[in-house]
């Protein structure tokens, strides 16, 4: 009976989630472009009343935390996580730099069960990241839900990993999505997070992180693979431009 009490909570935490824990965080860039045309304007209105959004019907979890550029633990960034979940084992988040109506998407996200992790080849193990420290330490939330949701939700992402790509950097203020794709890590130690950061989110959100920490302390620590975290041994994974296509062409 008390699992079924969780998991009731947990479902009406997730039809709560409209009415609270958003709409406080603005986007970082105010991006080039004249203003949407009244056209413009009465076409997207009737496309939403007309258009199915099945996909995007299942984006039914919000969850908020930091990731930093895989090699440079000093690029932090807030990440807003609105999260699918395909199965007992796979997740799909599309990532905002922001939760209003004006937010950037700046990535993606996977996330998967430790029994799914074990399966992938050594050198894949590189490119993800643990969320072990994230729950624990209480940086990671899901703004909103009553407390006994989210210490649910987060029993099983603590022993999760998550493979996280960032296409738009709107940490830099750039104002379009341009530069390179960027692989993107979560935190495992306590210092590392920027308390900056920690503490702008926690006022926004008006949450202590402190606390939160505190009431996850029986969640038990799980075990990390090794390979993942990749970074901490100094095995990092990073997209590069090529230009060899470019070359070959050219030589035709």
């Known amino acids: ?3 079924y009490n969780k998991m009731l909570w ?4 997730m039809v709560l989630l409209n009415a609270c824990g958003g709409k406080n965080t603005s986007s970082n860039v105010e991006s080039p472009g004249d203003e949407k045309t009244a056209k413009d304007k009465t076409l997207n209105t009737g496309a939403d ?3 199915s959004k099945t996909p995007l019907k299942k984006f039914s979890t919000y969850l908020d935390g930091f990731h930093f550029y895989n090699g440079n633990i000093n690029a932090q960034m ?10 007992e084992d796979l997740y799909q988040a599309i990532i905002f730099d922001g939760n209003d109506e004006n937010a950037k998407i ?3 996200e996977y996330i998967i069960t430790e029994k799914l992790f074990k399966t992938l080849p050594k050198e894949e193990k590189t ?13 990671l939330i899901a703004p909103g839900i009553p407390d006994v949701a989210e210490h649910e939700l987060m029993e099983k992402l603590v022993s999760t990993y998550g493979k996280t790509i960032h296409t ?4 830099q203020e750039r104002t379009l999505p341009v530069g390179s794709p960027m692989v993107m890590m979560g935190f495992t130690k306590e210092g590392q997070l920027h308390s900056q950061l920690l503490q702008e989110r926690d006022k926004r959100f008006d949450i ?3 606390k939160i920490k505190a009431k996850r302390a029986d969640i038990p620590m799980p075990a990390v693979d090794p390979m993942a975290n990749a970074w901490e041994k100094g095995q990092v994974r990073q997209f590069v431009i090529s230009h060899k296509a470019d070359s070959a062409q050219h030589k035709h």
């Open 1 to 3: 009976m008390k699992k």
């Open 10 to 13: 947990l479902v009406l935490g």
């Open 49 to 51: 009343i007309l258009q």
């Open 78 to 87: 807030e990440a807003h996580h609105y999260v699918s979940q395909l199965n």
């Open 106 to 108: 700046m990535g993606v």
């Open 127 to 139: 490119l993800w990241h643990s969320h072990h420290h994230e729950v624990k330490s209480g940086s």
């Open 168 to 171: 738009w950097h709107t940490d």
């Open 208 to 210: 202590s992180t402190d």
